[in-house]
């Protein structure tokens, strides 16, 4: 992630967050008909080259993990994308600021910084079957690097400590050894939260804003069933 812990960055990211809170993804659980999405991909990207295999082994997780159980699909997916991208900074990759892939983006680049890696677990989670109150996208503020930070957090139940899927190390530890994130705020489809002394407290509804549309707009280009609803 490009950015620097500062206030003004820090609200961007907010508008961001509420953003793709206020997304909800029809189809996650539809099957996903890989070979449009690859043809797609192909007429809006050129050819794909070693990115094909890529997008061919995420089709083979989504169509073969299915009956494991959460835990082993928290650890199977977060494995798999932190072995399949490189971290590079938007910048370099996409000669932008702030730019947020797809999952197929990200996989035919083989790259995309921290943002991307938390969406791409996220919904591939999603369309794994695991539960969307389940799940956060939790900005963090990462405190060896200084520097702001995405990952996605998961919640066996409402009260529970989260896990911390992180593109920085593949192991994943409950919150409550991740002494060196400090968590800003949190969100899903259904709202956003933030933290405090009793626990993580929903401060609010999501609401629907541009940039995130264009991300999903991206998504229907490439063939993937994509509805939004408020």
């Not at 449009?36 to 094909?52: E, M």
């Not at 990759?93 to 730019?99: S, T």
């Not at 035919?108 to 890696?117: L, N, V």
């Amino acid at each position: 992630m490009a950015v620097r812990f500062a206030i003004p960055r820090t609200l961007r990211w907010l508008g961001c967050a509420l953003l793709l809170a206020g997304i909800m993804l029809g189809g996650l659980h539809a099957d996903w008909d890989f070979s449009l999405i690859s043809r797609r991909a192909q007429a809006l990207y050129g050819p794909l080259g070693p990115g094909q295999q890529r997008i061919d082994d995420w089709q083979h997780l989504l169509t073969t993990q299915k009956q494991i159980s959460e835990l082993e699909q928290l650890e199977v997916v977060n494995q798999f994308f932190n072995k399949q991208l490189r971290y590079e900074e938007d910048i370099d990759l996409w000669h932008e600021v702030d730019y947020w892939e797809t999952p197929i983006e990200a996989l035919w680049k083989g790259a995309g910084d921290c943002e991307d890696y938390a969406i791409a677990k996220y919904f591939s989670l999603r369309h794994l079957g695991v539960s969307s109150d389940k799940l956060r996208i939790t900005y963090v503020k990462a405190l060896s690097l200084n520097r702001a930070h995405m990952v996605l957090t998961y919640y066996s139940n409402p009260e529970a400590m989260p896990l911390v899927l992180d593109s920085l190390i593949d192991t994943i530890k409950p919150a409550s050894q991740r002494a060196d994130l400090l968590p800003v705020y949190s969100f899903n489809a259904e709202g956003l939260w933030l933290p405090g002394a009793k626990g993580n407290k929903k401060v609010g509804d999501t609401k629907r804003l541009s940039r995130w549309q264009d991300v999903l707009k991206k998504m229907q280009a490439e063939g993937f069933p994509v509805e939004t609803t408020n």
